[in-house]
């Protein structure tokens, strides 16, 4: 793959302040009408596994299905602003869901305790035909990836508030942090439901691997504010102060701060003071 795709096709600073506030980012419709015809066949007959680890350019050979997917010009750059170029191949599925299969997944995050606060996995998810409500597309809530959970310690859980539930055009491609709480849904449709994952591990520190061209527009901040229905009052603060942790480490600016959340915590003067008796 190309290492850096051209500037047009990165993320914006809004669009990053997004993905560290809500945890995802949604590109709709965003792979070719012919890819999408194609993928069903390919999907159902499988994509082969490669070992974890293994280079993106390695993974899939130039001129397949997989490797023209992640090379369409915006997903190579929202996955270059994310995780930066040469990533690796944590693993990859396909998932099908039935017609009126009668069962669903969990809400679960995809990772054990990840103590990680200035790195981040990211998962490609790509829908090749439209997917309606009665489909169960993809359940997610929204905010709630920086909330260290160990995989499915919620999956007892059947509806939060503020969840969303995927609806989307054919050929919408998701990118989702690797510890946001999901899970698909029952398909109570009449038609499968396809859905192809890949799990990205980055090799390369993410410092501003997207367009900071607007990385002072006033709705980087508005992002980094957003509160969420499922919020408790005082944790739902905590969420916002992890975001703020992460956007420092993502800009390389260790001063940045909303409503002094992070100031405070990070308040070690080291000027010893003489008093005088």
């Known amino acids: 793959m190309p290492p850096y795709p051209s500037r047009e096709h990165l993320l914006t600073s809004v669009q990053m302040a997004h993905f560290v506030a809500q945890g995802s980012l949604r590109l709709d419709a965003v792979v070719p009408e012919e890819m999408n015809h194609q993928a069903v066949s390919l999907l159902n007959a499988g994509i082969p596994a490669v070992p974890f680890g293994t280079p993106l350019d390695d993974a899939f050979p130039p001129g397949s299905f997989v490797r023209r997917l992640v090379e369409l010009p915006r997903i190579a750059g929202a996955l270059h602003s994310l995780v930066g170029p040469a990533p690796t191949v944590d693993h990859h599925a396909v998932h099908v869901r039935l017609p009126r299969e009668g069962k669903a997944q969990n809400l679960h995050g995809d990772a054990i305790i990840d103590v990680r606060p200035d790195a981040f996995d990211v998962q490609l998810m790509y829908y090749p035909h439209d997917v309606t409500l009665e489909m169960g597309g993809t359940l997610s809530v929204p905010g709630s990836h920086l909330r260290r959970i160990n995989e499915s310690d919620i999956g007892r859980y059947q509806n939060l508030r503020g969840q969303v539930r995927l609806v989307c055009p054919a050929g919408t491609v998701v990118f989702l942090h690797h510890g946001l709480w999901h899970g698909g849904r029952r398909n109570d449709s009449d038609i499968a ?6 799990r990205f591990n980055p090799t390369v ?32 603060r905590l ?18 701060d909303l409503d002094y959340w992070a100031t405070r915590v990070s308040n070690r003067p ?3 003071a003489v008093v005088h008796r």
């Open 239 to 256: 969420e916002i102060y992890n975001r703020v942790k992460l956007w420092q480490s993502l800009t390389g600016n260790d001063s940045f």
């Open 193 to 198: 439901r396809h859905m192809f994952k890949i």
């Open 270 to 272: 080291q000027r010893v």
């Open 205 to 236: 520190r993410q410092l501003r691997l997207w367009n900071t061209d607007d990385i002072n527009d006033p709705r980087v901040n508005d992002e980094l504010r957003a509160r969420f229905p499922w919020h408790e009052n005082a944790t739902g």
